[in-house]
Protein backbone atom coordinates (compact mmCIF):
# COMPACT_ATOMS: atom_id res chain seq x y z
CA UNK A 1 0.00 0.00 0.00
CA UNK A 2 1.62 3.40 -0.55
CA UNK A 3 1.65 5.98 1.64
CA UNK A 4 -1.65 8.27 1.80
CA UNK A 5 -0.36 11.64 2.89
CA UNK A 6 -3.24 13.62 1.31
CA UNK A 7 -4.94 15.81 3.75
CA UNK A 8 -7.84 15.38 1.33
CA UNK A 9 -10.70 13.44 3.45
CA UNK A 10 -10.86 9.68 2.72
CA UNK A 11 -13.68 9.16 -0.22
CA UNK A 12 -15.98 6.05 0.87
CA UNK A 13 -18.77 4.49 -0.71
CA UNK A 14 -21.31 2.09 0.98
CA UNK A 15 -22.87 -1.04 -0.25
CA UNK A 16 -25.93 -1.38 1.16
CA UNK A 17 -28.56 1.33 1.31
CA UNK A 18 -30.43 -0.03 4.97
CA UNK A 19 -31.05 1.58 7.92
CA UNK A 20 -27.06 0.95 9.41
CA UNK A 21 -25.44 2.57 5.81
CA UNK A 22 -27.76 5.14 6.57
CA UNK A 23 -26.74 6.05 10.09
CA UNK A 24 -22.97 5.63 9.10
CA UNK A 25 -23.37 8.21 6.23
CA UNK A 26 -24.95 10.81 8.68
CA UNK A 27 -22.54 9.96 11.19
CA UNK A 28 -19.57 10.66 8.68
CA UNK A 29 -21.09 13.19 6.69
CA UNK A 30 -21.95 14.79 9.99
CA UNK A 31 -19.52 14.68 12.19
CA UNK A 32 -15.97 13.43 10.50
CA UNK A 33 -12.61 14.88 10.27
CA UNK A 34 -10.79 12.77 7.47
CA UNK A 35 -13.71 10.72 5.74
CA UNK A 36 -16.69 11.51 3.31
CA UNK A 37 -18.98 9.26 1.88
CA UNK A 38 -19.30 10.06 -1.76
CA UNK A 39 -21.17 7.18 -3.28
CA UNK A 40 -24.16 4.84 -2.34
CA UNK A 41 -24.90 1.56 -4.11
CA UNK A 42 -27.68 -1.34 -3.82
CA UNK A 43 -28.90 -3.78 -6.53
CA UNK A 44 -31.22 -1.29 -7.62
CA UNK A 45 -30.62 2.08 -8.81
CA UNK A 46 -33.42 3.27 -7.92
CA UNK A 47 -33.27 2.72 -4.22
CA UNK A 48 -29.46 3.74 -4.77
CA UNK A 49 -30.67 7.24 -6.06
CA UNK A 50 -33.23 7.37 -3.41
CA UNK A 51 -30.71 6.99 -1.29
CA UNK A 52 -27.99 9.04 -2.72
CA UNK A 53 -30.92 11.86 -3.18
CA UNK A 54 -31.79 11.94 0.47
CA UNK A 55 -28.22 12.50 1.64
CA UNK A 56 -26.92 14.79 -0.72
CA UNK A 57 -24.30 12.17 -2.15
CA UNK A 58 -23.31 12.76 -5.71
CA UNK A 59 -23.09 9.35 -7.04
CA UNK A 60 -25.55 6.45 -6.47
CA UNK A 61 -24.93 3.07 -8.49
CA UNK A 62 -27.32 -0.21 -8.92
CA UNK A 63 -24.89 -2.66 -8.39
CA UNK A 64 -22.08 -3.07 -6.06
CA UNK A 65 -19.83 -4.24 -8.99
CA UNK A 66 -20.36 -0.64 -10.05
CA UNK A 67 -19.36 0.43 -7.09
CA UNK A 68 -15.80 -1.28 -6.80
CA UNK A 69 -14.94 -0.29 -10.38
CA UNK A 70 -15.84 3.77 -9.09
CA UNK A 71 -12.53 5.89 -9.56
CA UNK A 72 -14.51 8.35 -6.97
CA UNK A 73 -14.17 5.85 -4.39
CA UNK A 74 -11.01 5.21 -2.03
CA UNK A 75 -12.49 2.98 0.96
CA UNK A 76 -16.21 1.10 1.19
CA UNK A 77 -18.39 0.41 3.92
CA UNK A 78 -20.05 -3.44 3.87
CA UNK A 79 -23.67 -3.02 4.68
CA UNK A 80 -25.24 -5.80 3.99
CA UNK A 81 -26.62 -8.39 6.01
CA UNK A 82 -23.99 -10.85 7.32
CA UNK A 83 -24.07 -14.20 5.24
CA UNK A 84 -23.57 -11.37 2.03
CA UNK A 85 -20.09 -9.92 3.59
CA UNK A 86 -17.51 -12.16 2.34
CA UNK A 87 -18.05 -12.34 -1.28
CA UNK A 88 -18.29 -8.39 -1.01
CA UNK A 89 -15.42 -8.09 0.91
CA UNK A 90 -14.01 -9.89 -2.13
CA UNK A 91 -15.03 -8.01 -4.69
CA UNK A 92 -14.35 -4.93 -3.33
CA UNK A 93 -10.59 -6.02 -2.18
CA UNK A 94 -10.24 -7.64 -5.76
CA UNK A 95 -11.28 -3.67 -7.25
CA UNK A 96 -8.11 -2.06 -4.75
CA UNK A 97 -10.25 -0.98 -2.46
CA UNK A 98 -9.76 -0.38 1.60
CA UNK A 99 -12.90 -2.47 3.45
CA UNK A 100 -14.85 -1.67 6.55
CA UNK A 101 -17.05 -4.20 7.29
CA UNK A 102 -20.00 -4.20 9.35
CA UNK A 103 -20.06 -6.41 12.12
CA UNK A 104 -19.92 -9.38 12.69
CA UNK A 105 -17.38 -9.15 9.28
CA UNK A 106 -17.65 -12.77 8.42
CA UNK A 107 -19.44 -15.97 10.06
CA UNK A 108 -16.64 -18.34 9.29
CA UNK A 109 -13.41 -18.23 10.54
CA UNK A 110 -11.61 -19.51 7.73
CA UNK A 111 -13.29 -16.85 5.11
CA UNK A 112 -11.83 -14.26 7.32
CA UNK A 113 -8.36 -16.29 7.19
CA UNK A 114 -8.74 -15.79 3.36
CA UNK A 115 -9.88 -12.12 3.07
CA UNK A 116 -7.07 -10.91 5.50
CA UNK A 117 -4.63 -12.84 3.27
CA UNK A 118 -6.02 -11.39 0.12
CA UNK A 119 -6.20 -7.67 1.91
CA UNK A 120 -2.42 -8.11 2.84
CA UNK A 121 -1.65 -9.67 -0.30
CA UNK A 122 -2.94 -6.44 -2.20
CA UNK A 123 -1.48 -3.76 0.52
CA UNK A 124 -5.17 -2.82 1.37
CA UNK A 125 -7.00 -2.43 4.97
CA UNK A 126 -9.29 -4.72 5.65
CA UNK A 127 -10.99 -4.09 9.27
CA UNK A 128 -14.37 -5.33 11.18
CA UNK A 129 -16.60 -1.94 12.37
CA UNK A 130 -16.86 -2.70 16.01
CA UNK A 131 -17.20 1.01 16.49
CA UNK A 132 -16.94 0.78 20.79
CA UNK A 133 -13.26 0.40 20.20
CA UNK A 134 -13.05 3.76 18.51
CA UNK A 135 -15.06 5.66 20.80
CA UNK A 136 -13.00 8.26 23.04
CA UNK A 137 -14.23 7.29 26.07
CA UNK A 138 -13.34 3.54 25.52
CA UNK A 139 -9.40 4.82 24.29
CA UNK A 140 -9.31 6.49 27.65
CA UNK A 141 -10.33 3.51 29.90
CA UNK A 142 -7.93 0.98 27.65
CA UNK A 143 -5.23 3.50 28.48
CA UNK A 144 -5.65 3.61 31.97
CA UNK A 145 -6.03 -0.53 32.60
CA UNK A 146 -2.75 -1.05 33.31
CA UNK A 147 -2.86 1.26 36.33
CA UNK A 148 -5.55 -0.65 37.57
CA UNK A 149 -4.88 -3.11 40.09
CA UNK A 150 -5.76 -6.67 39.33
CA UNK A 151 -8.90 -6.36 37.11
CA UNK A 152 -10.06 -9.72 37.10
CA UNK A 153 -13.81 -9.57 36.22
CA UNK A 154 -16.39 -8.31 33.12
CA UNK A 155 -20.04 -8.05 33.22
CA UNK A 156 -21.64 -7.50 30.23
CA UNK A 157 -25.06 -7.58 28.10
CA UNK A 158 -26.74 -6.62 24.93
CA UNK A 159 -30.02 -7.52 24.54
CA UNK A 160 -33.23 -6.35 23.11
CA UNK A 161 -36.66 -7.58 21.87
CA UNK A 162 -36.44 -7.89 18.11
CA UNK A 163 -39.50 -8.30 15.97
CA UNK A 164 -39.51 -12.41 15.28
CA UNK A 165 -40.78 -11.32 11.47
CA UNK A 166 -37.46 -10.55 10.75
CA UNK A 167 -34.03 -11.49 9.93
CA UNK A 168 -32.52 -11.97 13.48
CA UNK A 169 -35.30 -14.99 13.69
CA UNK A 170 -34.02 -16.66 9.93
CA UNK A 171 -31.36 -19.41 10.01
CA UNK A 172 -30.90 -19.29 6.97
CA UNK A 173 -29.59 -15.86 7.19
CA UNK A 174 -27.12 -16.75 10.12
CA UNK A 175 -29.37 -14.93 12.39
CA UNK A 176 -29.51 -15.47 16.01
CA UNK A 177 -28.34 -13.23 19.13
CA UNK A 178 -25.13 -14.57 19.01
CA UNK A 179 -24.02 -13.56 15.63
CA UNK A 180 -25.81 -10.31 16.02
CA UNK A 181 -25.52 -9.09 19.28
CA UNK A 182 -23.00 -11.14 21.19
CA UNK A 183 -20.07 -10.15 19.17
CA UNK A 184 -20.11 -7.07 21.25
CA UNK A 185 -19.35 -7.83 24.29
CA UNK A 186 -16.94 -10.77 22.83
CA UNK A 187 -15.10 -7.71 21.83
CA UNK A 188 -15.03 -6.10 24.97
CA UNK A 189 -13.32 -8.83 26.85
CA UNK A 190 -10.88 -9.74 24.05
CA UNK A 191 -9.88 -5.96 23.74
CA UNK A 192 -9.51 -5.89 27.53
CA UNK A 193 -7.51 -9.40 27.54
CA UNK A 194 -5.61 -8.23 24.75
CA UNK A 195 -4.73 -4.51 26.42
CA UNK A 196 -3.92 -6.40 29.83
CA UNK A 197 -1.81 -9.13 28.04
CA UNK A 198 -3.97 -11.74 29.21
CA UNK A 199 -4.80 -15.14 27.99
CA UNK A 200 -8.35 -15.31 26.91
CA UNK A 201 -9.01 -19.08 27.13
CA UNK A 202 -12.05 -21.06 25.66
CA UNK A 203 -15.86 -19.72 27.25
CA UNK A 204 -18.42 -22.29 28.39
CA UNK A 205 -21.53 -21.27 25.93
CA UNK A 206 -24.82 -22.00 26.70
CA UNK A 207 -27.75 -21.43 24.12
CA UNK A 208 -31.55 -20.80 23.79
CA UNK A 209 -31.93 -22.85 20.99
CA UNK A 210 -34.67 -25.39 19.69
CA UNK A 211 -33.72 -27.80 17.10
CA UNK A 212 -33.74 -25.72 13.64
CA UNK A 213 -34.09 -22.15 14.62
CA UNK A 214 -31.48 -19.47 15.78
CA UNK A 215 -30.10 -19.07 19.80
CA UNK A 216 -32.48 -16.37 20.55
CA UNK A 217 -30.54 -16.30 24.04
CA UNK A 218 -26.21 -16.62 24.61
CA UNK A 219 -24.25 -16.83 27.17
CA UNK A 220 -20.55 -16.65 27.42
CA UNK A 221 -18.44 -17.45 30.42
CA UNK A 222 -15.05 -17.07 30.92
CA UNK A 223 -12.70 -18.58 33.77
CA UNK A 224 -9.52 -17.22 33.12
CA UNK A 225 -7.16 -14.82 34.69
CA UNK A 226 -10.09 -11.82 33.46
CA UNK A 227 -13.31 -13.75 34.29
CA UNK A 228 -16.23 -12.92 32.35
CA UNK A 229 -20.33 -12.99 32.08
CA UNK A 230 -21.19 -11.88 29.03
CA UNK A 231 -24.93 -12.60 27.56
CA UNK A 232 -26.42 -11.78 24.68
CA UNK A 233 -30.34 -12.10 23.67
CA UNK A 234 -32.86 -11.36 20.64
CA UNK A 235 -36.03 -11.82 23.21
CA UNK A 236 -34.97 -9.93 26.21
CA UNK A 237 -33.83 -6.18 27.84
CA UNK A 238 -30.57 -6.95 29.04
CA UNK A 239 -28.47 -4.71 31.44
CA UNK A 240 -27.18 -1.74 29.04
CA UNK A 241 -24.12 -1.47 31.57
CA UNK A 242 -21.03 -2.99 31.90
CA UNK A 243 -19.15 -3.55 34.77
CA UNK A 244 -15.32 -4.13 35.06
CA UNK A 245 -14.06 -4.72 38.68
CA UNK A 246 -10.88 -6.25 41.13
CA UNK A 247 -10.00 -6.59 44.55
CA UNK A 248 -11.79 -3.34 46.14
CA UNK A 249 -12.63 -1.49 42.84
CA UNK A 250 -15.22 -1.33 40.19
CA UNK A 251 -16.20 0.65 36.88
CA UNK A 252 -19.30 1.04 35.22
CA UNK A 253 -19.03 1.70 31.50
CA UNK A 254 -22.45 3.73 31.94
CA UNK A 255 -25.82 3.30 30.06
CA UNK A 256 -25.16 1.57 26.20
CA UNK A 257 -21.49 0.78 26.81
CA UNK A 258 -21.37 -0.26 23.42
CA UNK A 259 -21.59 3.78 22.16
CA UNK A 260 -19.31 4.25 25.73
CA UNK A 261 -19.35 8.13 26.96
CA UNK A 262 -19.40 7.84 30.22
CA UNK A 263 -17.16 5.25 32.65
CA UNK A 264 -17.42 6.15 36.37
CA UNK A 265 -15.92 5.12 39.54
CA UNK A 266 -18.28 2.85 41.70
CA UNK A 267 -15.66 1.14 44.00
CA UNK A 268 -15.42 3.36 47.19
CA UNK A 269 -12.41 6.06 47.53
CA UNK A 270 -11.04 6.61 43.86
CA UNK A 271 -7.44 4.97 43.67
CA UNK A 272 -4.53 7.29 42.22
CA UNK A 273 -4.97 5.34 38.77
CA UNK A 274 -8.68 6.71 38.45
CA UNK A 275 -8.10 10.59 39.25
CA UNK A 276 -11.42 11.60 37.74
CA UNK A 277 -14.23 9.52 36.02
CA UNK A 278 -14.34 9.46 31.91
CA UNK A 279 -17.20 11.84 30.42
CA UNK A 280 -16.36 12.19 26.74
CA UNK A 281 -19.60 12.47 24.60
CA UNK A 282 -19.74 12.40 20.74
CA UNK A 283 -21.72 13.65 18.10
CA UNK A 284 -24.35 11.76 16.42
CA UNK A 285 -24.44 7.56 16.87
CA UNK A 286 -20.14 8.15 16.99
CA UNK A 287 -19.29 6.15 13.76
CA UNK A 288 -17.57 8.92 12.83
CA UNK A 289 -14.82 7.57 14.88
CA UNK A 290 -14.05 4.33 13.32
CA UNK A 291 -14.19 6.25 9.99
CA UNK A 292 -11.71 8.81 10.89
CA UNK A 293 -9.40 5.54 12.54
CA UNK A 294 -9.40 3.85 9.67
CA UNK A 295 -8.95 6.59 7.32
CA UNK A 296 -5.93 7.30 9.45
CA UNK A 297 -5.26 4.05 9.02
CA UNK A 298 -5.02 4.37 5.31
CA UNK A 299 -2.74 7.71 5.38
CA UNK A 300 -0.29 5.89 7.62
CA UNK A 301 -0.31 2.74 5.08
CA UNK A 302 -1.45 0.60 7.31
CA UNK A 303 -2.61 -2.75 6.48
CA UNK A 304 -4.59 -3.92 10.00
CA UNK A 305 -5.79 -1.55 12.29
CA UNK A 306 -4.10 -1.44 15.89
CA UNK A 307 -7.67 -0.35 18.17
CA UNK A 308 -9.67 -2.88 16.27
CA UNK A 309 -6.73 -5.74 15.24
CA UNK A 310 -7.29 -8.39 12.73
CA UNK A 311 -6.31 -11.39 15.05
CA UNK A 312 -8.97 -10.20 17.81
CA UNK A 313 -11.86 -10.28 15.32
CA UNK A 314 -11.13 -13.69 13.94
CA UNK A 315 -11.01 -14.41 18.29
CA UNK A 316 -14.12 -13.63 18.30
CA UNK A 317 -15.83 -14.83 15.12
CA UNK A 318 -13.85 -18.64 16.66
CA UNK A 319 -15.56 -18.30 19.80
CA UNK A 320 -19.10 -17.40 18.09
CA UNK A 321 -18.56 -20.38 15.29
CA UNK A 322 -17.39 -22.68 17.46
CA UNK A 323 -20.23 -22.33 20.07
CA UNK A 324 -22.84 -22.24 17.71
CA UNK A 325 -21.81 -26.07 17.08
CA UNK A 326 -23.59 -27.96 19.72
CA UNK A 327 -26.95 -27.25 20.51
CA UNK A 328 -26.75 -26.74 24.11
CA UNK A 329 -29.44 -24.93 26.20
Known amino acids: ?11 WGIAGAGAIARRFCQDVNGHASG ?68 KPAV ?67 AGGAAWDVGVYPLWLYSALCHQL ?19 EAARFDFSGPLKAELAASIVA ?26 IAWRGGDPLPAWPYDIALPVGGGGMQHEADHFAACVRQGLSDSPWVPQALSRQVLGWVERGLLPAKR
Open 35 to 102: SRVVAIAARDQARAQAFADEQGLPHAHGSYQALAASPQVEAVYVAVIHPEHAALIELMLLAGKHVLVE
Open 107 to 173: TRVADWDRLVRLAAGRGLLLMEAMKVMCFPAMRELLGRLAALPAPDRLRAAFGSVQARDGKLFDPAL
Open 197 to 215: GLAAGEPEVTLSRQAGEVD
Open 1 to 11: MQDRSSDQPLR
Open 237 to 262: DLDKSAWLSGPGWALELVGKWWNPQQ
